[in-house]
């Protein structure tokens, strides 16, 4: 047990549809990273949020957007949804933000679009 | 951040040691080398990581070459529950912010045989 949350476990959901996924970070972790795996994209860095603020942006879609808390924990808003949505996203959280510190996962979001 | 090679897969046999190779050949000198590992679908899990010396902790070793291009991790005694996907991921300084971001590749899928 890495100590980092995410619910829900598993979702479901149709086309065009929003959902939240949510993530809390271990106790004292300022950082919070949001990755997504899809079968053929494998792990891809979405975006990272430290102490509340943006830190990081990978490639994340514009119809994705998220938040971090002033309790740390984060959210994963993804909107329009599409079927290419379908996929595991892992949440994971640091101490800090730099390049030093490992970061843990939480055990994952499976999001299908149908 | 450098990239890195890693062959696709490779097979030990249970109770071997694991030798999983990484090649950084344009690696900095201020990038560090990480190893996570994920098994079936749950969130990566941290191994070790190193900067120029060889590391070792409870789960595993990382030798780094002299020249920093390429490194080793190495499982002493690999049991079926090691059989995961492992990644070598170069990681360092970002811009004028400081990131933990990880960029994944495709990994080496170890396959533990009894």
């Known amino acids: 047990d890495s100590g980092v949350t995410q619910t829900p476990k598993h979702l479901i959901t149709a086309t065009g549809q929003r959902v939240t996924l949510r993530c809390s970070p271990r106790?004292?972790?300022?950082?919070v990273y949001w990755y997504q795996q899809s079968l053929d994209q494998g792990l891809q860095f979405l975006i990272q949020?430290?102490?509340?603020?943006?830190?990081a942006k990978g490639n994340i879609l514009e119809r994705f957007s998220a938040q971090q808390f002033p309790d740390l924990h984060s959210e994963l808003n993804l909107s329009s949804l599409e079927l290419g949505d379908s996929a595991l996203y892992f949440c994971?959280?640091?101490?800090?933000?730099?390049?030093?510190?490992?970061?843990?996962f939480g055990p994952g979001t499976r999001l299908t679009v149908l | 951040d450098a990239k890195t090679t890693q062959p696709p897969s490779m097979d030990c046999a249970e109770g071997r040691a694991a030798n999983l190779p990484c090649n950084h050949s344009?690696?900095?000198?201020?990038?560090?080398v990480y190893w996570y590992r994920q098994i079936h679908s749950q969130g990566p899990q941290y191994i070790i990581h190193?900067?120029?010396n060889n590391e070792t902790n409870e789960m595993a070793s990382l030798i780094i070459t002299e020249d920093r291009k390429s490194s080793t991790l190495i499982l002493p005694h690999a049991t079926l529950r090691d059989t995961a996907v492992y990644y070598c991921?170069?990681?360092?300084?970002?811009?004028?912010?400081?990131?933990?971001?990880?960029?994944f590749g495709q990994g080496t899928t170890l396959q533990v045989k009894p």
């Open positions: 994971a959280s640091s101490v800090e933000a730099g390049q030093g510190d490992e970061q843990f």
């Open positions: 106790s004292g972790d300022l950082s």
């Open positions: 949020y430290y102490n509340g603020e943006e830190r």
């Open positions: 344009t690696i900095s000198g201020n990038e560090y």
């Open positions: 190193g900067l120029k």
């Open positions: 991921i170069v990681r360092g300084l970002h811009g004028s912010g400081n990131t933990g971001k990880l960029i």
